[in-house]
């Protein structure tokens, strides 16, 4: 490791010029020498110039596969070049800082990596998560400085807690020589969320962000999922990946999401098993007079939507191995209309006031009917939505996306071929 100081000197002469040309392919290098400059600096101001790393660690965005995840089923989604950076350096004491841009600094002793109620919802709960993973899992975890900055819009569907995980995963894997691999990492990141943030996530959003690129995931065994990577370039089809941003927040929807593992398990569980994925789908069909009448309509509806966005999981990805982007965007929308329809995860029935993502959606098909496809992104209620844009369509989507929720709502986005990794030149 070298000190801040000289990476600085070595972004300044173009060192990392070829790795941001990876990582970022849509921004401009004088662009990207100055975010990870400015990051540097500031690593420097808090915690003094020492022997350092640099970490990045991707948003995500869901392809198919809605909430498909917690029931042992199939998603594709893939990384995307919205990201969170940090400099890092080992302290030699037993407590782990770090200090974000723009908010609180954490602190976590990691003499006590017991969970904590008081902590459920916050980064240090993720922190001391991560740190007590790794601990169980044969790495001596010690105190290090760390400063983190993220263009990953918090509760926005792109995962930004997902890309934390992984990033504080690639910390400690990389100062304490943890042999850990990326879907460690990830799991690492699911273990954090569920049993020290209080959160009942999947493991979609951190394998997505730790491997990279686009990857078709088969969580049937959940502590062994099947990852098929996908070489799929959108460009060379005349189309672009957007995402808008309904500037809704996730923050107070806990319980909404709870609500749908909680639907579909009591479907699976009337059916004597544990999640739907192991669920005759025929059988479920049979039965849905009786189930409606014990679990609720709305259950029943959601457990239709996980049998179909299973299967379209998986079509999807045949398609982009194939080729077939015209397959491809149909699926996208019958996704997106199941989410809508059974899954109802576009708007939080606690707040009906707050729509903005079927207002985005219909905008969508409005300007993209018979061209494009769009769908909800993420885990829904609030957020963002997905759009597959044609070239000749980019221009009046952003500018009519960002008239209706303000300037840079429309974020127009690559695919990130890598995930969670160490920057070096």
């Excluded at 850990?180 to 049993?195: H, R, T």
């Excluded at 995860?345 to 009906?352: A, F, G, L, V």
């Excluded at 609030?382 to 369509?393: H, N, S």
Aim: hydrophobic share 40%; charged share 20%.
């Amino acid at each position: 490791m070298i000190k801040c100081s000289q990476i600085i000197n070595d972004i300044e002469s173009g060192g990392y010029d070829k790795t941001f040309g990876i990582l970022y392919p849509l921004s401009e290098t004088p662009l990207c020498r100055e975010r990870y400059i400015g990051l540097l600096r500031n690593f420097i101001n808090t915690f003094d110039d020492k022997p350092t790393i640099i970490i990045s660690a991707p948003g995500r965005t869901e392809v198919g596969g809605n909430h498909t995840d917690h029931q042992n089923g199939n998603v594709l989604a893939a990384a995307i070049d919205l990201d969170i950076i940090c400099a890092a350096a080992a302290n030699g004491e037993d407590i782990i800082r770090i200090q974000s841009a723009n908010y609180p600094p954490d602190e976590i002793d990691v003499r006590d990596l017991s969970v904590r109620e008081s902590e459920y919802g916050t980064s240090a709960a993720l922190i001391r998560g991560m740190a007590n993973w790794f601990s169980e899992h044969g790495s001596e975890i010690k105190g290090f400085d760390a400063y983190t900055v993220s263009n990953v819009p918090g509760g926005s569907g792109l995962s930004s807690s997902a890309a934390y995980e992984v990033a504080v995963g690639n910390i400690m894997a990389r100062l304490f020589n943890s042999d850990v691999n990326a879907v460690e990492i990830a799991i690492a990141g699911q273990y954090a969320e569920n049993v020290y943030l209080g959160k009942p996530c999947g493991l979609m959003d951190q394998i997505a962000s730790s491997v990279g690129g686009f990857v078709q995931i088969d969580f049937l065994e959940p502590e062994n999922p099947v990852i098929d990577p996908i070489k799929f370039n959108l460009s060379e089809h005349g189309f672009n990946l957007c995402i808008v941003n309904t500037k809704g927040s996730h923050a107070d929807l806990t319980d909404d999401y709870a609500d749908i593992r909680k639907e579909m398990c009591a479907v699976a569980n009337q059916m004597g098993k544990e999640n739907l994925r192991g669920v005759d789908e025929a059988e479920f069909f049979t039965k849905l007079h009786s189930l409606k009448s014990l679990v609720g309509d709305r259950a029943v509806l959601r457990a239709i939507h996980f049998f179909r966005d299973n299967k379209l999981a998986v079509d999807s990805a045949n398609e982009l191995k194939e080729g077939n982007i015209e397959k491809f965007l149909c699926n996208i929308i019958r996704s997106g209309r199941s989410s809508l329809t059974c899954l109802q995860n576009i708007y939080s029935t606690k707040e009906p006031d707050k729509q903005g993502l079927t207002l985005a959606l219909d905008l969508s098909e409005t300007i993209l009917a018979g061209k494009g496809a769009w769908r909800v992104q993420g885990g829904g209620f609030a957020g963002t939505i997905q759009a597959f844009v044609p070239d000749e369509l980019l221009e009046e989507f952003c500018t009519r996306q960002n008239a209706l929720f303000g300037a840079n709502s429309c974020h127009i986005l690559s695919i990130r071929p890598i995930g969670g990794c160490e920057i070096k030149p």
